[in-house]
């Protein structure tokens, strides 16, 4: 099975967010609202991984990176997917 990461930020920060995460292998993405966070607008890096101490490892690292650069990290998340019908996942 897979994992997914999600590490949330404001969006104010998404052009380096974008800088920093792209380039280490993490997708990013925004989304105006968050069913937890609240209604305004947020900007994610999202990574899958099958292993998940690999994951949080890159999770920690990638954390790490944003806050030396100056971003507050606002949540971060990794889910275990058991059904995806996108990926493939549990079918």
């Not at 989304?31 to 999202?46: A, E, H, M, R, S």
């Not at 650069?69 to 275990?80: A, M, N, P």
Request: with cysteine; aromatic share 8%.
């Amino acid at each position: 099975m897979t994992y997914e990461c999600h590490i949330t930020c404001n969006r104010d920060d998404h052009s380096i967010v974008q800088n920093v995460g792209e380039p280490a292998g993490w997708k990013f993405s925004k989304i105006d609202g968050d069913p937890l966070l609240g209604q305004k607008v947020f900007c994610y890096l999202t990574r899958h991984h099958r292993d998940f101490e690999a994951l949080k490892s890159l999770m920690q690292a990638m954390t790490s990176a944003l806050k030396i650069v100056g971003v507050e990290v606002v949540r971060e998340k990794i889910e275990h997917i058991i059904y995806d019908t996108k990926t493939g996942a549990g079918l």
